[in-house]
C-alpha cells in the first residue's frame, strides 16, 4: 500500500513539472513575440526621409546655421542656385559660391536615414548638443518647399544624433557627413582666381623689381624615344631686362621647362584665403610689386597683381579687374616675383659662373637700376 501512494506521488510531481516547463516555454514564446512585435512597431514609427537623385537636382536654396565654435564664431549662411550648375552666397556676404562643396553637400542627402530613435521627447536634446544654440541647423529648399529640415548634434558609433523639425525626440541618423555641412564661410566660397588651357598660351609677361620678363611660344619640337610623334613638347624664347621698359635681350641658359612649370602653377589657380577687411595700401597692391599678364591665342589675357606677404610666405594677390583681395600660395608668388635665375638652367649657369659667364644685360648709363 505504501508503495502504491509513493507511485502516485512521483506520477503527480511529474505532471507538475511538466506543467511549469510547459508555462516557462510558453512565456518565453510569449517575451520573443512581444519582442519582435515591439521592435517592429518602433521600426514602424520611425520618420522617413524621402529625397531620391532627382529631388537634389530640384533643390535650389540650402540654409545652414552653425553655432558658435563649430565652423567659427556661428552664423547663418544661405547659398541660392543660379542656373543649372552655379550657385551664389546671397548671406551673410554675396559672392559666388564654390559650386563643388555645395553640390557634395546636396547630392550626399539622397543618402539620409533614419536608423532608429534615441530618445523620445525634448529632455535629452541638451545631452546629444540638439538644443537650439547648439545644433547645426540644415533646411533644403525646392522652390518655396521644404525638402528637409533638421538639426544636428553630436555623432558617435550609434550615427549622427540629429531632431527632425516638427518632431520631438532624438534619432540616429545614417549617411549624413556633418563635414559637408559644417564649413567656415570662406569655404563655401569661390576661390577660383582664373582658369585656361596652358596649350592654348600664347605669351607670358612678368613684371617685378627685378625686371621685366617676355616669354613667348616657339615652334614645337617631338619628344624623341620610343613616343617620339605621339606628343609634343611646349617649347619657349625668353627675354630679360632689369628694365621695365627697354630693349630685352635673350636669357642667358634659359630653360624653357621653367615657363611650363610656372603654367601649371598657374592654369587652374585658386586662392587660400580672401583679404576682405583688407585696403590696398595695406598688403602692397596700390603699386603691387609684381604683374604677370598671360596671353591665351584668342587674344584673351590672364593677369594677376602680386603683392606683399601675407600669412608667413604667402602673397596677396588681386586681379586688375576686380577689387576683391585674395591670398595666394608662396610657390604660385613666387613666379611672379622671380629674378631671372628662376628661369636658366642651374647645371649650365653654374658651370658658365665657374669660367666667369656673362651677366644679363645691363641698364643704360643714367637709367634707374631696379637690382639697387
Known amino acids: 500500500m505504501p508503495m502504491a501512494t509513493d507511485k502516485k506521488l512521483y506520477i503527480a510531481i511529474g505532471v507538475l513539472v511538466a506543467l511549469g516547463v510547459a508555462v516557462v516555454l510558453k512565456q518565453q514564446k510569449d517575451t520573443r513575440e512581444e519582442a519582435t512585435y515591439t521592435l517592429e512597431g518602433q521600426r514602424a514609427k520611425l520618420p522617413e526621409i524621402k529625397i531620391s537623385e532627382e529631388d537634389t537636382k530640384k533643390i535650389d536654396k540650402l540654409e545652414i546655421t552653425q553655432p558658435p565654435g563649430d565652423a567659427g564664431p556661428g552664423e547663418k549662411v544661405v547659398l541660392v542656385k543660379k542656373g543649372d550648375e552655379d550657385w551664389e552666397i546671397t548671406e551673410p556676404i554675396q559672392f559666388a559660391a564654390n559650386a563643388s562643396n555645395v ?10 536615414k533614419v536608423k532608429e ?15 537650439d544654440d547648439k ?27 540629429a531632431r527632425l523639425a516638427g518632431q520631438d525626440g532624438v534619432y540616429a541618423l545614417g549617411g549624413f557627413s556633418r563635414y559637408a555641412f559644417a564649413r567656415e564661410l570662406k569655404n563655401w566660397r569661390d576661390r577660383t582666381l582664373f582658369k585656361f588651357d596652358e596649350k592654348k598660351v600664347k605669351s607670358v ?24 610623334g605621339a606628343s609634343k613638347k611646349q617649347n619657349w624664347t625668353g627675354k630679360y631686362s632689369k628694365l621695365l621698359t627697354g630693349a630685352a635681350a635673350k636669357i642667358k641658359n634659359f630653360k624653357s621647362d621653367k615657363v611650363n612649370d610656372l603654367l601649371r602653377a598657374y592654369k587652374s589657380l585658386n586662392a587660400l584665403d580672401f583679404g576682405d577687411d583688407k585696403q590696398p595700401s595695406e598688403v602692397g597692391l596700390d603699386e603691387p610689386v609684381a604683374t604677370i599678364t598671360i596671353t591665351l591665342d584668342d587674344g584673351a589675357k590672364r593677369i594677376l597683381e602680386v603683392g606683399a606677404n601675407a600669412e608667413g ?5 588681386r586681379r586688375p579687374d576686380g577689387e576683391q583681395i585674395y591670398s595666394i600660395s608662396s610657390y604660385v608668388g613666387d613666379w611672379a616675383t622671380a629674378e631671372v635665375s628662376k628661369f636658366q638652367d642651374e647645371k649650365k649657369k653654374d658651370k658658365d659662373d665657374a669660367a666667369g659667364g656673362d651677366d644679363p644685360p645691363a641698364a643704360p648709363p643714367g637709367a634707374p637700376n631696379l637690382d639697387e
Open 103 to 112: 553640390k557634395s553637400a546636396v547630392d550626399g542627402l539622397k543618402s539620409l
Open 117 to 131: 530613435r534615441i530618445a523620445p521627447g525634448k529632455d535629452a536634446y541638451g545631452r546629444y548638443d540638439l538644443t
Open 135 to 161: 545644433a547645426l541647423h540644415v533646411i533644403a529648399y525646392k522652390g518655396k518647399d521644404k525638402v528637409l529640415e533638421l538639426y544636428v548634434g553630436e555623432s558617435g558609433s550609434r550615427g549622427q544624433m
Open 205 to 228: 609677361e612678368i613684371k617685378n623689381e627685378n625686371g621685366h620678363f617676355v616669354f613667348d611660344k616657339a615652334p614645337s619640337e617631338e619628344k624623341g624615344g620610343a613616343d617620339a
Open 313 to 317: 610666405s604667402n602673397r596677396w594677390a
